[in-house]
């Protein structure tokens, strides 16, 4: 055992302190060189692989028996493994210290224990675990270094051989940063059959290249993304704010920003979609891509798409012969035969020398019975047509059939058949604790016990997920469909996507946003008229306010075609894409689907819909600045329903028409509308509709002045949501609230509301309200002269309206950072980011916000005394204003004064 890394691997229970506390530090002091899991197991790897591995590489295994450990499955299962290796106790291989008193398992009563239940003792049976560990024992043949002397060696051997030169056409084409061939990165592609080891190439140097990529390594599963999910998806992954890319080329825009100046290794593994391919790969940059796929015409196109690429492409087959053995003498080690090398080539050659079938069948040579290779032959040549040419999938599945009887734990086949219910690539934990509804240890247990025989992956990210085979996942739902899991996987995905925004949270609901698009693949297929649901309730809701509006329209864009002649349906999934469309500024595609929907529903006859088009057809008018046409279809919503006799629709056109007349200054007008809509709300018992008036009103009070009872209406406001648990709400008005004391000058007050406002959209994932609190922090810090933080701020806030596409947001944050730089005196670069704000309000036609602009830049110029052109600016903002119909008194008395050679004041946002 001279080959052993380590002296002691000790199992033990995280539970047990005193290990970490006192045995380990006096072991070290002892000169033993001990592994323990939280400090020497591998990320990434199975938990199964990391014991089995510290045991192979460890001279003796210290069990720490105490009723924690006993509880252990894993720890059963450690002591499993050391009976197969030393199952007399001969070679000492475990020494069991008893802790505490404990029933221990019957294979382990074998043991002599050391006994360390009493404190006083612990010096004393120390020694003794000591000197049965023998310092002798640890010395090595003459001429070789002791381990602890020796260069560090990994923790343990990766499962990985054959393909050295493929392996190290990778690691040569890897630059290092600086080079010339990294101008334009590195694209690889590895492609062949399912099943002969492409992912495995591909992390087996990404592995041994890590060092290499000093902005990291990421691995993608790309079944089914798109380029715009997929740019998504690594935006997260780099912790970076992002809007949602609209179309392909913005996505490859959006990429190229991200890995401009990174030089990473991106894996892409499963690829298929050919003509999406050259939309996932940056116009420049110095990173590297591996591409995995079956489809071998996905380099041929990106040689001819992306000629500035360099492109290798990399052709697996089945393994060679000797390959084949390497992998028998790999996992077998000690027990590997040169004398059965016949069967084993003999077993390989029948499995079509596949990488993941041997793997499997390797499994049933490892663990008890302890197949042999002749029988694991014999039985898959039983169950497979000699005359026939074997495909991949049957190749594996003979396999898979001889694994399965042996495969103890019928939950753990339960749990593989649940992850094949789910979508392709990683499943998150969480996920699959609530499907099987085992608690987390336990399943866990489960899922690394199905790592243990190869049939899925353990996959570290943001949560801990696990991911089968894609061979493996085949073979399992080619078998027969079992329906209640099906139904099961389903209701659940249902069920968290159409709670109530508030009842489930949307980093939980993001993490699991791919078993939604497989539950909508699924119901789609079987035109199931629950699909409904999706775009019938909250989905639509979470898709708008999480950025994933692309999910949205394909979600509502298969509900068309499965129910194609359902118009109520298709009128509705118009209205939402819309909505979807309008957040991302695209207000003319938006208006055209609308009055699609308002087609729909005049032939329908459907009049409360047709009402609420009307509704939304304005608030675009709004964003235009087009408030006449605007208020004209309001009129429209308001006839309507006051002849469908809703009044819960009136009381909403109301208040948006209360919106204009105050945009328009008509403040009485304004709050006469509002106290009709009070009314109503107050006859309907309407709390939900009472608050939001009640805060309308007080906005209406604070322009007034009367911030006294403005304040009082906002505390009404705030008791009616927090009855109602309506934390949205709660933190609008706690934002209202803290603007009047701001007004008052109690900016210390301000500032904490501020925060308990941050807090809840923080809490709800309510990106959009958390960018407009940093934005009324940040003038909080300004007003108080803390610039710097101000315009950290203000770059956070940025940074989630680019990400969610809310480009209003966007506008009034480059105005107030204009305005800081102003300030601090760079006029040049405040004069860009409003120019940018304008740019924004034009595309989005919002002339009010146009205005505000015109103004500041105005302002600008004439702090740098062109005074012409200061003039002209100034008087287009006074115009735009007029025309819009708010009060410009004020404005124009600043006017009149600047010609007439007085400052300027500035207008924030």
């Given at each position: 055992?001279?080959?052993?890394?380590?002296?002691?691997?000790?199992?033990?229970?995280?539970?047990?302190?005193?290990?970490?506390?006192?045995?380990?530090?006096?072991?070290?002091?002892?000169?033993?060189?001990?592994?323990?899991?939280?400090?020497?197991?591998?990320?990434?790897?199975?938990?199964?692989?990391?014991?089995?591995?510290?045991?192979?590489?460890?001279?003796?295994?210290?069990?720490?028996?105490?009723?924690?450990?006993?509880?252990?499955?894993?720890?059963?299962?450690?002591?499993?493994?050391?009976?197969?290796?030393?199952?007399?106790?001969?070679?000492?291989?475990?020494?069991?210290?008893?802790?505490?008193?404990?029933?221990?398992?019957?294979?382990?009563?074998?043991?002599?224990?050391?006994?360390?239940?009493?404190?006083?003792?612990?010096?004393?049976?120390?020694?003794?675990?000591?000197?049965?560990?023998?310092?002798?024992?640890?010395?090595?043949?003459?001429?070789?270094?002791?381990?602890?002397?020796?260069?560090?060696?990994?923790?343990?051997?990766?499962?990985?051989?054959?393909?050295?030169?493929?392996?190290?056409?990778?690691?040569?084409?890897?630059?290092?940063?600086?080079?010339?061939?990294?101008?334009?990165?590195?694209?690889?592609?590895?492609?062949?059959?399912?099943?002969?080891?492409?992912?495995?190439?591909?992390?087996?140097?990404?592995?041994?290249?890590?060092?290499?990529?000093?902005?990291?390594?990421?691995?993608?599963?790309?079944?089914?993304?798109?380029?715009?999910?997929?740019?998504?998806?690594?935006?997260?992954?780099?912790?970076?704010?992002?809007?949602?890319?609209?179309?392909?080329?913005?996505?490859?825009?959006?990429?190229?920003?991200?890995?401009?100046?990174?030089?990473?290794?991106?894996?892409?593994?499963?690829?298929?979609?050919?003509?999406?391919?050259?939309?996932?790969?940056?116009?420049?940059?110095?990173?590297?891509?591996?591409?995995?796929?079956?489809?071998?015409?996905?380099?041929?196109?990106?040689?001819?798409?992306?000629?500035?690429?360099?492109?290798?492409?990399?052709?697996?087959?089945?393994?060679?012969?000797?390959?084949?053995?390497?992998?028998?003498?790999?996992?077998?080690?000690?027990?590997?035969?040169?004398?059965?090398?016949?069967?084993?080539?003999?077993?390989?050659?029948?499995?079509?020398?596949?990488?993941?079938?041997?793997?499997?069948?390797?499994?049933?040579?490892?663990?008890?019975?302890?197949?042999?290779?002749?029988?694991?032959?014999?039985?898959?040549?039983?169950?497979?047509?000699?005359?026939?040419?074997?495909?991949?999938?049957?190749?594996?599945?003979?396999?898979?059939?001889?694994?399965?009887?042996?495969?103890?734990?019928?939950?753990?086949?339960?749990?593989?058949?649940?992850?094949?219910?789910?979508?392709?690539?990683?499943?998150?934990?969480?996920?699959?604790?609530?499907?099987?509804?085992?608690?987390?240890?336990?399943?866990?247990?489960?899922?690394?016990?199905?790592?243990?025989?190869?049939?899925?992956?353990?996959?570290?990210?943001?949560?801990?997920?696990?991911?089968?085979?894609?061979?493996?996942?085949?073979?399992?739902?080619?078998?027969?469909e079992d329906p209640e899991l099906s139904e099961r996987f389903l209701s659940l995905v249902q069920q968290v996507y159409t709670e109530k925004m508030d009842q489930t949270h949307f980093t939980l609901k993001d993490r699991w946003l791919p078993q939604a698009e497989e539950a909508v693949r699924r119901l789609a297929c079987r035109e199931d008229v629950r699909l409904k649901c999706w775009v019938y309730w909250t989905f639509g809701e979470y898709c708008k306010w999480r950025g994933?509006?692309?999910?949205?329209?394909?979600?509502?864009?298969?509900?068309?075609?499965?129910?194609?002649?359902?118009?109520?349906?298709?009128?509705?999934?118009?209205?939402?894409?819309?909505?979807?469309?309008?957040?991302?500024?695209?207000?003319?595609?938006?208006?055209?689907?609308?009055?699609?929907?308002?087609?729909?529903?005049?032939?329908?006859?459907?009049?409360?819909?047709?009402?609420?088009?009307?509704?939304?057809?304005?608030?675009?008018?709004?964003?235009?600045?087009?408030?006449?046409?605007?208020?004209?279809?309001?009129?429209?919503?308001?006839?309507?329903?006051?002849?469908?006799?809703?009044?819960?629709?009136?009381?909403?056109?109301?208040?948006?028409?209360?919106?204009?007349?105050?945009?328009?200054?008509?403040?009485?007008?304004?709050?006469?509308?509002?106290?009709?809509?009070?009314?109503?709300?107050?006859?309907?018992?309407?709390?939900?509709?009472?608050?939001?008036?009640?805060?309308?009103?007080?906005?209406?009070?604070?322009?007034?002045?009367?911030?006294?009872?403005?304040?009082?209406?906002?505390?009404?406001?705030?008791?009616?949501?927090?009855?109602?648990?309506?934390?949205?709400?709660?933190?609008?008005?706690?934002?209202?609230?803290?603007?009047?004391?701001?007004?008052?000058?109690?900016?210390?007050?301000?500032?904490?509301?501020?925060?308990?406002?941050?807090?809840?959209?923080?809490?709800?994932?309510?990106?959009?309200?958390?960018?407009?609190?940093?934005?009324?922090?940040?003038?909080?810090?300004?007003?108080?002269?803390?610039?710097?933080?101000?315009?950290?701020?203000?770059?956070?806030?940025?940074?989630?309206?680019?990400?969610?596409?809310?480009?209003?947001?966007?506008?009034?944050?480059?105005?107030?950072?204009?305005?800081?730089?102003?300030?601090?005196?760079?006029?040049?670069?405040?004069?860009?980011?409003?120019?940018?704000?304008?740019?924004?309000?034009?595309?989005?036609?919002?002339?009010?916000?146009?205005?505000?602009?015109?103004?500041?830049?105005?302002?600008?110029?004439?702090?740098?005394?062109?005074?012409?052109?200061?003039?002209?600016?100034?008087?287009?903002?006074?115009?735009?204003?007029?025309?819009?119909?708010?009060?410009?008194?004020?404005?124009?008395?600043?006017?009149?004064?600047?010609?007439?050679?007085?400052?300027?004041?500035?207008?924030?946002?």
């Amino acid at each position: 055992m001279t080959n052993c890394f380590y002296d002691v691997f000790i199992s033990y229970s995280h539970k047990d302190t005193w290990v970490r506390d006192w045995l380990l530090p006096r072991l070290e002091d002892a000169g033993l060189k001990v592994c323990i899991d939280y400090r020497d197991f591998e990320i990434g790897k199975a938990v199964f692989q990391n014991i089995t591995d510290s045991i192979r590489n460890s001279r003796h295994t210290l069990a720490i028996c105490s009723p924690n450990w006993v509880e252990s499955q894993w720890t059963h299962f450690e002591a499993l493994l050391l009976q197969t290796k030393d199952p007399t106790g001969l070679k000492k291989k475990m020494l069991p210290l008893m802790y505490q008193d404990c029933e221990l398992p019957e294979h382990l009563e074998i043991f002599t224990w050391a006994d360390f239940r009493d404190p006083a003792s612990h010096e004393t049976e120390l020694k003794r675990v000591l000197n049965q560990i023998g310092a002798a024992e640890k010395e090595q043949p003459s001429g070789e270094p002791s381990p602890t002397d020796q260069t560090p060696q990994p923790k343990s051997k990766q499962l990985f051989v054959g393909r050295e030169r493929e392996l190290q056409t990778l690691i040569d084409g890897f630059q290092k940063p600086g080079s010339v061939q990294t101008v334009t990165g590195r694209l690889f592609q590895l492609d062949g059959a399912g099943g002969v080891g492409k992912t495995t190439l591909a992390r087996q140097a990404r592995n041994l290249c890590r060092d290499r990529f000093p902005d990291g390594c990421y691995e993608f599963d790309m079944t089914r993304t798109t380029p715009s999910a997929f740019a998504g998806q690594m935006a997260r992954r780099l912790n970076l704010e992002m809007d949602e890319a609209k179309d392909e080329r913005e996505a490859q825009q959006h990429i190229s920003r991200m890995l401009q100046d990174r030089y990473a290794l991106i894996l892409l593994d499963n690829l298929t979609d050919r003509d999406a391919a050259q939309w996932l790969l940056p116009d420049e940059g110095p990173s590297c891509f591996i591409i995995t796929t079956r489809n071998r015409e996905i380099g041929k196109a990106l040689k001819m798409q992306r000629r500035d690429v360099p492109i290798t492409s990399i052709h697996l087959e089945a393994f060679h012969p000797d390959e084949a053995l390497e992998l028998f003498r790999e996992v077998l080690d000690e027990d590997y035969r040169t004398e059965q090398e016949a069967d084993y080539l003999a077993l390989a050659e029948r499995l079509g020398f596949m990488p993941i079938a041997l793997r499997l069948a390797l499994n049933l040579m490892i663990f008890p019975p302890r197949w042999s290779a002749e029988r694991i032959r014999e039985e898959a040549l039983s169950r497979l047509d000699n005359n026939q040419k074997l495909s991949d999938l049957r190749t594996l599945e003979a396999v898979f059939n001889l694994t399965d009887p042996y495969f103890e734990d019928e939950k753990a086949k339960e749990v593989l058949r649940l992850l094949a219910q789910c979508a392709p690539g990683p499943v998150p934990l969480s996920f699959l604790q609530r499907l099987h509804g085992a608690d987390a240890d336990h399943l866990e247990m489960l899922l690394e016990e199905l790592c243990s025989w190869s049939w899925c992956d353990s996959v570290e990210g943001e949560e801990k997920a696990f991911e089968l085979h894609v061979l493996v996942r085949e073979v399992v739902q080619n078998r027969e469909e079992d329906p209640e899991l099906s139904e099961r996987f389903l209701s659940l995905v249902q069920q968290v996507y159409t709670e109530k925004m508030d009842q489930t949270h949307f980093t939980l609901k993001d993490r699991w946003l791919p078993q939604a698009e497989e539950a909508v693949r699924r119901l789609a297929c079987r035109e199931d008229v629950r699909l409904k649901c999706w775009v019938y309730w909250t989905f639509g809701e979470y898709c708008k306010w999480r950025g994933h509006g692309e999910t949205y329209l394909t979600v509502s864009e298969r509900t068309i075609n499965c129910f194609p002649d359902d118009r109520g349906t298709r009128a509705y999934c118009y209205n939402n894409q819309a909505l979807i469309l309008e957040g991302w500024g695209k207000l003319e595609e938006a208006m055209a689907l609308h009055k699609k929907s308002k087609a729909l529903k005049e032939a329908l006859g459907d009049r409360a819909g047709l009402a609420r088009s009307y509704a939304n057809q304005a608030l675009i008018l709004e964003a235009w600045g087009k408030l006449k046409e605007a208020m004209a279809l309001h009129k429209k919503d308001q006839a309507l329903n006051e002849a469908l006799g809703n009044r819960a629709g009136l009381a909403r056109s109301y208040g948006n028409q209360a919106v204009i007349l105050s945009d328009w200054g008509k403040l009485e007008e304004a709050m006469a509308l509002h106290k009709k809509g009070q009314a109503i709300y107050e006859a309907l018992d309407d709390r939900a509709g009472l608050a939001t008036i009640y805060g309308n009103q007080a906005l209406i009070l604070r322009a007034w002045g009367k911030l006294e009872e403005a304040m009082a209406l906002h505390k009404k406001e705030q008791a009616l949501e927090e009855a109602l648990g309506n934390r949205a709400g709660l933190a609008t008005s706690y934002a209202n609230q803290a603007l009047i004391l701001s007004d008052w000058g109690k900016l210390e007050e301000a500032m904490a509301l501020h925060e308990k406002e941050q807090a809840h959209k923080e809490e709800l994932g309510n990106r959009a309200g958390l960018a407009r609190s940093y934005g009324n922090q940040a003038l909080i810090l300004k007003a108080w002269g803390k610039l710097e933080e101000a315009m950290a701020l203000h770059k956070k806030e940025q940074a989630i309206a680019t990400e969610l596409g809310d480009q209003g947001q966007l506008a009034r944050s480059y105005a107030n950072q204009a305005l800081i730089l102003s300030d601090w005196g760079k006029l040049e670069e405040a004069m860009a980011l409003h120019k940018k704000e304008q740019g924004i309000n034009e595309e989005l036609g919002n002339r009010a916000g146009l205005g505000i602009s015109f103004w500041n830049q105005g302002g600008i110029l004439a702090k740098q005394g062109d005074a012409a052109g200061a003039i002209d600016l100034l008087r287009r903002a006074f115009e735009i204003r007029k025309a819009l119909g708010i009060p410009t008194d004020d404005m124009e008395k600043d006017l009149a004064e600047f010609e007439a050679g007085s400052g300027l004041g500035e207008t924030t946002t």
